[in-house]
Nanobody, 120 residues
Framework: QVQLVESGGGLVQAGGSLRLSCAAS????????MGWYRQAPGKQRELVALIPKGGSTNYADSVKGRFTGSRDYAKNTVYLQMNSLKLEDTAVYYC??????????????WGQGTQVTVSS
């Protein structure tokens, strides 16, 4: 089991920046990919950024050039640097981690979620 604890959410003006952090504990060595999802009011949860272990970050088209995801393996932590924030970035942001069992079944772990609100 992997536990994920997030921090860094809050209220920010459009055009501003915010940095989210997520610290993992538990079965750290079993983690493959880590990343971030978000869910805006009235919308489905969507992938924001995903980082496979030892690989480069994959981004949703809507955040490319504005958001940067990164991992610090020594600290068991994943980050999301959000720049040039827009009103439509307002959402609950969830830290994510996954692993594959020997059966091939994917197991996902989720953080508690942190609110990001972008104001005009």
């Amino acid at each position: 089991q992997v536990q994920l604890v997030e921090s860094g959410g809050g209220l920010v003006q459009a055009g501003g920046s915010l940095r989210l952090s997520c610290a993992a504990s538990g079965s750290i060595d079993s983690i493959n990919a880590m990343g971030w999802y978000r869910q805006a009011p009235g919308k489905q949860r969507e992938l924001v950024a995903l980082i496979p272990k030892g690989g480069s970050t994959n981004y949703a088209d809507s955040v490319k050039g504005r958001f940067t995801g990164s991992r610090d393996y020594a600290k068991n932590t994943v980050y999301l640097q959000m720049n040039s924030l827009k009103l439509e970035d307002t959402a609950v942001y969830y830290c994510y981690a996954n692993r594959y069992a020997s059966s091939g079944l994917l197991y996902a772990s989720w953080g508690q979620g942190t609110q990001v609100t972008v104001s005009s």
